[in-house]
Nanobody
Framework: VQLQALGGGLVQPGGSLRLSCAAS????????MGWYRQAPGKQRETVAL???????VYADSVKGRFTVSRDNDKNTVYLQMYSLKPEDTAVYYC??????????WGKGTLVTVSS
């Protein structure tokens, strides 16, 4: 199973980016999909999660600015980010959890918010 995350890059404060992550390979029924991030010198933290029932959870720091969504036919999770701030700078990792309790991580994509 591989997770391919795309969409990171350099953006100015106030700008937008959209991340995507597609899961490929032999993967059992997907349950939770989501995004985590790790800034330099900090621990990895949860950004946004979305369940198979399309319930969502967001970190307080991104509520109202980020939107997580998924396409079950494509085994893909998205993270639309608006009003980006310098403190959003981090490596963003996608994660997939399956109904048989397997856990998969993408390699990460760097998001840099700077003028």
């Amino acid at each position: 199973v591989q997770l391919q995350a795309l969409g990171g890059g350099l953006v100015q404060p106030g700008g937008s980016l959209r991340l995507s992550c597609a899961a490929s390979g032999s993967i059992f029924s997907i349950n939770v999909m989501g995004w985590y991030r790790q800034a330099p010198g900090k621990q990895r933290e949860t950004v946004a999660l979305i369940t198979s029932g399309v319930n969502t959870v967001y970190a307080d720091s991104v509520k109202g600015r980020f939107t997580v969504s998924r396409d079950n036919d494509k085994n893909t999770v998205y993270l639309q980010m608006y009003s980006l701030k310098p403190e959003d700078t981090a490596v963003y990792y996608c994660h997939v959890g399956t109904k048989n309790f397997m856990s998969y991580w993408g390699k990460g994509t760097l998001v840099t918010v700077s003028s």
